[in-house]
């Protein structure tokens, strides 16, 4: 044990960080400045939205942020694993090991069954899905009666909730969510928001996400808001009101 209040060796207090990141996608004069300079720490056990106009680097940071793109300079740490020179394979890895994923296209399969698509990415990384916790993440998803049913047969909210399901199952560290409620109408986006909401505050992970939604970005401890690939401004303590008011004047600039 170390002194009180030491972090244990081996843990950094971020789940993600981000140092000097700069993404260009393109060359020569087709190329495009996605983020620039972007230095981060998000927290562990915190929930970070990201906000800005189209074009402003959004999906990039959440790309970069969880290894699905690489940085063009700059490093990201997932947890204390710096991703430059990891290989794709190595990067898969980490990936399925510590992240999970939600998109705005919930991405299931139709051939599959709400618990094979829950336990889709576990199978496909050779492990076996803890029943108990299979369980509780169904019955906090609200599946727990639809767990035979195909996605076909749910509804947009359902079908994103067994999407959020999957991204749980395997406990990540992080949860990266890019526009998870785009496609939902406002009362099931609740739900799901209230789901995010509570994987931070009960089970101490972290969330990532990209949206448009000042209501959806309301339920994040932070939101960061990017302009042009920069990080202009950083908001703790999110309600919609002071996050409607910064993005008109971000907007005004
Ligand atoms: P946002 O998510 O905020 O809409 P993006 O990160 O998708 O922003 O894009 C930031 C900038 O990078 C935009 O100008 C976009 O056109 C450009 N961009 C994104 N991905 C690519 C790519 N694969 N190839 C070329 N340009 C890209």
Redesign the pocket.
């Known amino acids: 044990m170390g002194p009180p209040g030491a972090e244990p060796a081996g843990k950094p207090p971020w789940a993600v960080r981000l140092s000097g990141v700069s993404?260009v996608?393109?060359q020569g004069t087709?190329a495009?400045?996605?983020?620039r300079d972007v230095s981060i720490d998000l927290p562990v056990g915190g929930f970070t939205a990201?906000m800005?106009?189209?074009?402003?680097?959004?999906?990039?940071?959440?790309?970069c942020a969880a290894g699905l793109?690489t940085p063009s300079s700059g490093t990201v740490h997932l947890g204390d694993v710096e991703l430059s020179g990891l290989s794709e394979d190595k990067l898969a890895e980490l990936r399925r090991e510590r992240a999970g994923f939600v998109f705005q296209a919930f991405n299931l399969l139709s051939s599959l069954d709400v618990l094979g698509n829950i336990t889709l990415p576990l199978r496909l990384a050779g492990k076996r899905a803890d029943a108990d916790w299979l369980r509780e993440v169904v019955d906090r998803v609200g599946l727990t009666d639809r767990v035979d049913h195909r996605p076909a047969q749910l509804s947009g909210g359902q079908q994103q909730r067994v999407a959020l399901a999957r991204a749980l199952v395997a406990r990540p560290e992080v949860v990266f969510a890019?526009e998870p409620t785009g496609a939902l109408d406002s009362r099931t986006a609740t739900d799901v928001l209230t789901l995010l909401r509570r994987v931070v505050d009960q089970t101490h992970q972290t969330v990532v996400m990209?949206t448009h939604d000042p209501v959806a970005a309301s339920y994040a401890d932070v939101v960061l808001f990017?302009v042009d690939?920069r990080i202009v401004d950083i908001l703790p303590h999110p309600t919609v009101d002071t996050i409607t008011r910064r993005m008109a004047s971000a907007e005004e600039s």
């Open positions: 993404k996608h393109g087709g495009v400045h996605a983020l990201v800005g106009p189209s074009g402003s680097g959004k999906s990039t940071f959440l790309h793109d890019d990209v990017l690939g």
